[in-house]
């Protein structure tokens, strides 16, 4: 695989469950540097905290949603570049283009494989 | 070149630089090109060539496919980039541009109004679904450690999240516009909706998607949460419920893990629901193209007609069509009406601790009462000053005010406690079979914060017996000429200082003999004693009726009905029952405003000052000498209109000495608590007033037959009798 495993990677997702299901399949591409938040908020203060090398995020959560995590990202200086990308359920196209003209790396909609995440993955931290 | 054409100008460069060095699917750099022709579509209006907004129009469609992966190559949008540039050098050069565009717009795609995508995604379902069933049959029996811990994970966090729904259902059909609440009850369908993709629960997956796209269409504005909807979005949860609960029993003896729910009929319900609101949704439009003045009301009465005969076509499509409006305000009306449907502003709300509210009302009550010490301060008085005359006056109006608004913050509308009602009896109904429409009036009426909170179980009892044994069956009610739905209704209002709830239902009401025929078998009625029909039904309130179960099935109600007497009256008010053999039963509950202010007589005894809560008196009269006597064995009674009730002597309760001792010189109050009524006997009335509850502290607090202290317009301490402690004491020592 055509990119570093070794980068600390944010999970935002408000289920439980399909946190664990992302860090499984992080797992599967070799990461093992992964932390969690449940909300935009949460994940805002755990980047302050420690920046990471790459933010996996749902769109849809209470309190602060991802697209408006996207945008506190690309917004705060020291956190802008930060890779990332977003998880959207099928069918939500006019979610995808918001995300993008808010400048997210990339996309992947749910329900993913493990190859097609590993492929969205080397598109954003290949080179 | 003129001003309003440079920033366009800006934005091409951008966007052309970003175009050529495009590299394949560079989603942000796709992300910038879309933020320019954003801007460009918003500026376009300035060059006067509407093949300029057409082509930014199919530029932009082209981009989405690009950044939907629908389509890979970048030449044509090079090519429309390209185009656009020189349409603009052109129009800035003031000339004409004379290409034709149609071998490029055909390129970029063919602009399309109708939503295509949702066939796309329709379809792309299917396949997926199928996959997920063939790859079902083969895994269903390998789960390993991890997918199993998942799919655990899984069943209890989607049971947590629907029981939220609940809740968060109540909230919006308080006001169904409610955006967040909305997302709240949204949120649980979406997530189970993507994880179950994940875990290959493909009928959990399609139920979940399905009351998704309704809730989608609620939080876009175009369907009310309410009855229907509600009734629907219920059901789902409950049909999940099963699935997922089934899901855990599958794993647990490894069984199938989606059990044969056919869920296919409720999924009609919900598509046919959503069919019906689009339908309806094109009306919107018109109005506000009619309100814009785009158009007439008669031409849009016209196109709507248009369109029943065209079932396939939208409103706008048809007003351009027939260029009465240009497809520029057809596109701002829809985004208006997006942005707008419907929707009311919020009120700006913050969420206060009660215990602070508590402390304000407390300190507001303090602030009163310094402020009357220091009017009637004598010092001051004496000054006679006019000036600080008004000076304290204006203080006076201040703290009033001050006082009325720090009550009023405790109060909240009786809505909610009544939404939760919906559901209760929609579930009664169900189990027993009988149709029941709930209606409620008065919902915002405000009642005591401490009180609503209070009042929830005793009335879920009334309803819960109105419904059970009030209402007959169906068909029991047309037999006797009823309607076969049966009504309940809530009601809620303000009568002089007072709450008044009302539960009423048009059922079989009570049955008089029966009630009458229990009692005497608990000798609760000595004979035949003339009871009104009210006093008969008001029985059933009477602890003894709790446990007359035969009786109470028959007669209709009962059980338990002494426990919601008594839940009431902690809250220091009534209920009352009436009923109509045949035609329904009201239930009355009387309610205080507030539980922090009181009405009450204030009565002096010796130097002592009392207040006798007004609810629990039924008249106060000076004695004839003829009327007071002893009875051996039971002590000073007093006749009252034919009944000895016992006097007692309030002063030798609260351990003063009173000025008049005999009774016919002084002054009597008859106080009823349950039923049993005693006179107490007294020197003085000194009026009705209302006073502020206050706590006597930890110390005092179980000090009988004191309820609180008030502080009295003097800034003296008055006390608060508490009648039940009274009586109690009253039966002990005499």
């Not at chain 2, 009017?375 to 204006?394: D, M, P, W």
Request: proline residues 3%; charged residues 30%; glycine residues 8%.
């Amino acid at each position: 695989m055509g990119f570093d495993t070794s980068i600390k990677v944010l999970i935002v997702d408000d289920f439980a469950t399909m946190r664990r299901i992302v860090k499984g399949v992080l797992k599967q591409l070799g990461f093992s540097n992964i932390v969690e938040a449940e909300d935009g908020s949460a994940a805002l203060s755990e980047l302050k905290k420690d920046p990471v090398g790459l933010i996996v995020s749902d769109w849809n959560m209470p309190k602060m949603s991802g697209l408006d995590l996207l945008k506190a990202v690309r917004g705060n200086a020291s956190l802008k570049d930060i890779p990332f990308v977003m998880v959207t359920a099928e069918g939500q196209k006019e979610n995808v283009i918001e995300a993008v003209k808010a400048g997210v790396n990339n996309y992947i909609m749910k329900p993913f494989t493990p190859e097609t995440f590993s492929e969205k993955l080397e598109k954003v931290l290949g080179d | 070149m003129s001003q309003g054409l440079k920033p366009i100008g800006k934005q091409l460069e951008l966007m052309a630089l970003e175009v050529v060095t495009l590299d394949g699917e560079d989603i942000q750099s796709l992300g910038k090109i879309m933020n320019s022709i954003d801007a460009i579509e918003g500026l376009s209006g300035q060059i006067d060539q509407p093949v300029f907004r057409r082509l930014t129009g199919a530029v932009k469609q082209y981009l989405e496919k690009l950044i939907l992966f629908e389509e890979s190559d970048v030449a044509p949008l090079e090519e429309g980039v390209g185009c656009l540039q020189d349409i603009f050098r052109a129009a800035s050069r003031e000339e004409d541009f004379k290409k034709d565009m149609g071998p490029l717009l055909e390129k970029l795609g063919p602009p399309d109004l109708t939503p295509r995508e949702e066939n796309v995604k329709e379809t792309e379902n299917h396949d997926s679904n199928e996959n997920v069933q063939n790859q079902d049959a083969e895994e269903i029996q390998e789960l390993n450690e991890e997918d199993r811990e998942i799919l655990s994970d899984f069943v209890s966090e989607s049971l947590e999240n629907l029981a939220s729904i609940e809740l968060n259902l109540i909230d919006l059909e308080d006001d169904p516009e409610n955006l967040e609440a909305i997302n709240a009850i949204f949120r649980p369908f979406h997530t189970i909706k993507g994880v179950s993709a994940f875990l290959h629960l493909e009928k959990i997956n399609k139920l979940a998607h399905g009351s998704e796209n309704l809730l989608d269409k609620a939080r876009d504005g175009d369907i009310k949460v309410e009855g229907n909807v509600v009734d629907l979005v219920l059901e789902s949860v409950d049909m999940l419920k099963r699935m997922i609960q089934g899901v855990e029993e599958g794993l647990r003896n490894g069984t199938a893990l989606e059990r044969g729910l056919d869920i296919n009929p409720l999924l009609d319900k919900i598509q046919s629901f959503i069919s019906r609101s689009d339908a309806l949704s094109g009306k919107l439009l018109g109005e506000i193209l009619v309100e814009e003045g785009v158009i007439t009301k008669e031409k849009l009465d016209e196109s709507l007609k248009e369109q029943e005969e065209k079932p396939d076509k939208k409103l706008g499509e048809i007003l351009v069509e027939e260029r009465s409006a240009d497809p520029r305000e057809v596109v701002e009306a829809l985004r208006s009406q997006k942005k707008f449907g419907g929707k009311k502003p919020l009120d700006l709300q913050i969420k206060v601790d009660t215990k602070k509210l508590d402390i304000l009302v407390d300190m507001t009550g303090e602030l009163v009462i310094a402020q009357s010490m220091l009017r009637q301060n004598e010092t001051l008085i004496s000054v006679g000053n006019q000036k600080l005359n008004q000076n304290l006056n204006q203080l006076n109006q201040i703290t009033s005010t001050l006082q009325k608004t720090a009550m009023s913050l405790r109060m909240v509308p009786i809505r909610s406690t009544f939404q939760k009602m919906v559901r209760l009896v929609r579930d009664l109904a169900k189990k027993s079979g009988k149709q029941v429409t709930l209606t409620m009036g008065g919902e915002d009426t405000e009642i005591d914060r401490n009180v609503v909170d209070e009042l929830y179980e005793p009335m879920v009892h009334m309803i819960r017996n109105a419904v059970d044994h009030g209402i007959e069956e169906p068909q029991t009610r047309e037999a006797n000429g009823k309607p076969a739905n049966g009504s309940l209704q809530l009601q809620a209002y303000h009568r002089g200082g007072n709450v008044i709830i009302e539960i009423s239902d048009d059922g079989k009401g009570l049955d008089r003999e029966r009630i009458l025929e229990k009692a005497k078998a608990n000798k609760m009625v000595t004979d035949e004693a003339d009871l009104s029909d009210s006093e008969i039904y008001n029985l059933i309130f009477q602890p003894g009726f709790s446990t007359a179960r035969e009786v109470t099935e028959v007669s209709g109600r009962g059980v338990g009905m002494d426990v919601v007497k008594k839940a009431i009256e902690k809250l220091r008010g009534r209920v009352e029952i009436n009923s109509t053999p045949g035609q329904g039963s009201i239930f009355t509950i009387n309610l205080p405003l507030t539980l922090a202010i009181i009405e009450g007589m204030v009565v002096k005894v010796g130097e002592e000052r009392y207040i006798i809560p007004a609810l629990a008196i039924l008249e106060s009269f000076r004695p004839e000498k003829a009327q007071y006597s002893t009875v051996k064995g039971k002590g000073e009674m007093v006749l009252v209109r034919g009944k000895l009730i016992p006097l007692i002597r309030l002063d030798r309760i609260v351990g003063t000495k009173g000025k008049y001792q005999n009774p016919w010189e002084g002054l009597v109050v008859a106080v009823e608590h349950e039923k049993y009524q005693m006179c107490l006997l007294l020197d003085e009335l000194l009026g009705k007033e209302e006073v502020v509850i206050k706590s006597l502290g930890e110390n005092l607090k179980h000090i009988r037959g004191l309820a609180g202290g008030a502080i009295m317009g003097d800034g003296r301490v008055g006390l608060i009798l508490d009648v039940a402690g009274l009586f109690e004491i009253a039966r002990e020592d005499y």
